[in-house]
C-alpha cells in the first residue's frame, strides 16, 4: 500500500530565506506526483505536477524535483515571502492513475 | 462559473441526522472526486465519477456514504445516520477530461462537516 510522507511537519523561517520542503513515497510505481498548496477555508491549489518520466518542474520561485528510485520529491521555494505562508502537500497517484495518495503536508510559516 | 464550489461551507449535524452535501464542478469538466480530510491529514480519495457514472467507490468508509451525479454535473455526497468520527471537510474536485495521470484537479473550498 502507498504511503506518502512529509517532513517537516512544521516550519517557520524568515522572510527572504530559500527552503526545502520534503516528500517520500513507499512504491516507486507511481504515475505522477503533484505539490499543492492549501490556505485556511480554502480549497486545494495545484502548484507543479510532475509526470513520472520528468525529473523536475518549475514555475516561479517554485522548484519541484522527483527521483521515482528513491521514492522522493523536494519542493524548492526560492526568496520566501510572507504570502507563501500555508500548508504545502503532495501527492502521488495511486494504483488507477486518477487516484491521489497524499501526505499530512508541511505547515509553512513565512516570518515578515 | 470559475472554479469548483460547494455548498453549504459549514455545517453541524446531530448525531444520527442525515446530510447532503453539494459540489459544482468547472463547467465542462468530465470528472468529478470526492475526498475526506480530517483535521491535520492530506486528504483521503472517496469517489470518482466520470459524467453520471460512478467509476470507483472504493474510498467510501460504509454503507452509509452515498455519491451520485445523475446529470454529470452537479454532485451529491449524502451521509445517512452521521457519526462523530464523520466529522471532516469534505473536498470535491473536478477534472477537463478522464482524470488521467498528467491532468490537475480543481479542488473547491470544502464543506466542513461537524458532528455533535
Known amino acids: 500500500k502507498q504511503e506518502v510522507t512529509q517532513i517537516p511537519a512544521a516550519l517557520s523561517v524568515p522572510e527572504g530565506e530559500n527552503l526545502v520542503l520534503n516528500c517520500s513515497f513507499t512504491?516507486?510505481?507511481?504515475?505522477?506526483l503533484q505539490w499543492f498548496r492549501q490556505d485556511p477555508g480554502k480549497g486545494l491549489t495545484s502548484l507543479l505536477l510532475i509526470q513520472s518520466s520528468q525529473r523536475e518542474q518549475t514555475s516561479g520561485r517554485l522548484n519541484a524535483s522527483l527521483d521515482k528510485s528513491s521514492g522522493r520529491s523536494t519542493l524548492y521555494i526560492a526568496a520566501s515571502q510572507p504570502g507563501d505562508s500555508a500548508t504545502y502537500l503532495c501527492?502521488?497517484?495511486?494504483?488507477?492513475?486518477?487516484?491521489?495518495?497524499w501526505g499530512a503536508g508541511t505547515k509553512l510559516i513565512i516570518k515578515p | 462559473g470559475a472554479g469548483v464550489s460547494q455548498s453549504p461551507r459549514y455545517k453541524v449535524a446531530k448525531r444520527g441526522q442525515d446530510v447532503a452535501l453539494r459540489c459544482d464542478p468547472i463547467s465542462g469538466h468530465v470528472s468529478l472526486f470526492w475526498y475526506q480530510q480530517a483535521l491535520g491529514q492530506g486528504p483521503e480519495f472517496l469517489t470518482y465519477f466520470q459524467n453520471e457514472a460512478q467509476l470507483d467507490k472504493s474510498g467510501l468508509p460504509s454503507d452509509r456514504f452515498f455519491a451520485e451525479r445523475p446529470e454529470g454535473s452537479v454532485s451529491t455526497l449524502k451521509i445517512q445516520r452521521t457519526q462523530q468520527e464523520d466529522s471532516a471537510v469534505y473536498l470535491c474536485?473536478?477534472?477537463?477530461?478522464?482524470?488521467?495521470?498528467?491532468?490537475?484537479?480543481?479542488f473547491g473550498p470544502g464543506t466542513r462537516l461537524l458532528v455533535l
Open positions: 474536485a473536478s477534472s477537463f477530461t478522464s482524470g488521467g495521470a498528467a491532468e490537475t484537479q480543481y
Open positions: 501527492a502521488v497517484s495511486g494504483r488507477s492513475n486518477y487516484q491521489l495518495i
Open positions: 512504491d516507486s510505481a507511481i504515475y505522477n
